[in-house]
C-alpha cells in the first residue's frame, strides 16, 4: 500500500493483476499514466472503452474481433481449404505475425484436460468438424502447443476428422511446453512449411 488516494489505489490494483504487470511496475504505469493524463490516459481510457464495447468472439473461429465473424473468416481469399487449429488467439495473432498461413484459423480456447474436467464440448471441438465439412477443408493443421495437454487434445482431435482430410502437425522447433506467441516469425514460418503428417 502506497498513501495514494482510493481511486488511485484501486487503479493501481486492477493494473497489478494484468499479465506482466505487479503490484511495482503497476504503480510506476499508474504515475506515468497521471502525470501524462490529458495526453495518455485520457486515450487510453477512450481506447479501452471503445474496445470492451466492440470486441467479441469471431462466432465461426473464435478469433476476437469487432465482428460477429472476423476479417479472415469473411475473407473470400482465406478459404482454401486449410484450417489451422491452435490453442489461443494469441497463438493466432502470432501465426498472423509471421505471415506464413494463408488458410483459416480455429482457435479452441483451450486445451482437453481431465484435471480441469475440460472437455470437447468446451472447446469448440464440434464446431471445428462442422467446418470441415461445410467449408470443404482439405487439410487441418494442428498448431498446438508441445504439452501432454495439448498433444492429448492433438490427437482427440486427428480423430474426428473425417477420412480424406489430410491431419498435419506443425514441425518440431516448437520447443516443449512453448507457445507458439514466444517463437519469432522465422521459427513459425519453418515450422510451418516442415509440417508433417500427424
Ligand atoms: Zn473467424
Known amino acids: ?53 466492440t470486441a467479441r468472439e469471431c462466432l465461426n473461429c473464435g478469433n476476437i474481433s469487432t465482428t460477429d465473424i472476423c476479417p479472415i473468416c469473411a475473407s473470400e481469399k482465406r478459404g482454401n481449404g486449410e484450417i489451422c487449429v491452435v490453442e489461443d488467439v494469441a497463438d493466432l495473432w502470432a501465426m498472423e505475425r509471421a505471415a506464413v498461413f494463408k488458410g483459416r484459423y480455429h482457435v479452441l480456447g483451450g486445451t482437453l484436460s481431465a484435471l480441469d ?34 498433444q492429448t487434445t492433438a490427437h482427440y482431435i486427428a480423430d474426428q476428422i473425417p477420412d480424406g482430410v489430410i491431419v498435419t502437425s506443425l ?28
Open 117 to 150: 474436467a475440460v472437455g470437447p464440448d468446451d472447446l469448440r471441438i464440434p464446431k471445428l468438424i462442422d467446418r470441415v465439412e461445410t467449408e470443404a477443408i482439405t487439410e487441418v493443421i494442428l498448431a498446438l502447443n508441445a504439452t501432454i495437454d495439448g
Open 171 to 198: 514441425a518440431q522447433g516448437v520447443p516443449i511446453g512453448g507457445e507458439l506467441d514466444y517463437l519469432d516469425d522465422g521459427t513459425i514460418t519453418a515450422a510451418l512449411k516442415a509440417r508433417k503428417a500427424f
Open 1 to 53: 500500500m502506497s498513501d495514494a488516494p482510493k481511486e488511485i489505489e484501486t487503479l493501481i490494483e486492477m493494473m497489478s493483476k494484468l499479465p506482466g504487470l505487479g503490484p511495482r511496475s503497476a504503480r510506476r504505469a499508474v504515475l506515468h499514466l497521471i502525470k501524462k493524463r490529458s495526453l495518455q490516459m485520457g486515450p487510453l481510457a477512450e481506447a479501452m472503452q471503445a474496445v470492451a464495447a
